[in-house]
């Protein structure tokens, strides 16, 4: 489990958020910007991005991996020429076009440049050691304990010690596939995002038209308040109603921790 490492107070407000490694702005986009790169896109990018590679499994060779970063193993993995490196890459280019919008994107074997559109003298360079940070706040931001498997693709790096360290996490792509396609949902039409918004705005009588103006954090949150609003709601009436074994429902204005009952 990941401890949170952007304020509430900036997530709720969806200001933009300075990464003070790198010295950058990470723009916070609304739920109708995301649908200019498609909602499939941003979770594979998302995934690809945010995966902890390194916790994922032991190299099979039993060699160190101790010397070998989150950002080295994605690197290699984009790096390839196989037909899943390049989805993987143009995802990743989808999600940081998207939040980086201030900067030009240049990808080189070992960093990834941020060259400023404003002042082009001026490059802003994410690389092994500021890649794990740049990441967490995009957990945050994306309420990614929440929304892993929703969506991913195929990750088939060719060197054995990406691939090794990749193996596990595909099994678990697999499982979560296979479970979609059993209930019936068709993985490339259905909308996490839209379904939240279709049950907000019967719920609480809100316009789609504002509610996809929120953040993915924003809209996250909401909802999770109104699932709790409404189970209070359900719990008290059955009392009232004179309902004895019932357990008691959680204070629906209590903090919200999106981490609580995910495995990470």
């Known amino acids: 489990?990941?401890?949170?490492?952007?304020?509430r107070l900036t997530l709720d407000t969806k200001i933009d958020i300075l990464f003070e490694d790198i010295n950058i702005l990470i723009y916070q986009p609304s739920i109708?910007?995301?649908g200019l790169i498609g909602e499939s896109s941003l979770l594979i990018g998302l995934n690809a991005l945010t995966r902890d590679y390194k916790k994922i499994e032991q190299i099979k060779d039993n060699s160190?991996?101790?010397n070998i970063?989150?950002?080295?193993i994605l690197m290699s993995i984009i790096n390839e020429k196989s037909d899943t490196a390049k989805v993987v890459k143009q995802n990743v280019q989808n999600v940081l076009f998207l939040i980086l919008p201030k900067y030009k994107i240049f990808f080189t074997p070992r960093s990834i440049l941020l060259q400023d559109i404003d002042n082009k003298e001026v490059t802003h360079t994410l690389?092994?050691?500021s890649f794990d940070n740049f990441t967490n706040i995009l957990y945050d931001m994306f309420c990614m304990a929440l929304a892993e498997g929703a969506t991913g693709t195929v990750y088939n790096p060719q060197g054995d010690r990406a691939r090794a360290l990749v193996e596990k996490f595909e099994k678990k792509r697999k499982l979560l596939a296979d479970?979609?396609?059993q209930r019936g949902e068709d993985t490339e039409l259905q909308s996490l995002y839209g379904r939240y918004i279709d049950i907000l705005a019967v719920g609480e009588h809100k316009d789609k038209n504002t509610l996809k103006k929120y953040s993915v954090f924003q809209l996250m949150e909401e909802f999770k308040r109104f699932q709790l609003k409404e189970e209070f709601d359900y719990t008290f009436?059955?009392?009232m109603a004179g309902a004895t074994k019932i357990k008691d429902a959680k204070n629906w204005m209590d903090d919200?921790?999106?981490n609580d009952d995910v495995e990470n």
Do not use: W
Request: charged share 30%.
């Open 127 to 129: 690389d092994a050691q």
């Open 179 to 181: 479970m979609r396609k």
């Open 64 to 66: 160190d991996s101790s």
């Open 1 to 7: 489990m990941r401890p949170p490492v952007v304020p």
């Open 32 to 34: 109708e910007e995301i």
């Open 237 to 239: 009436q059955a009392k």
């Open 256 to 258: 919200i921790h999106f």
């Open 69 to 72: 970063s989150n950002f080295d």
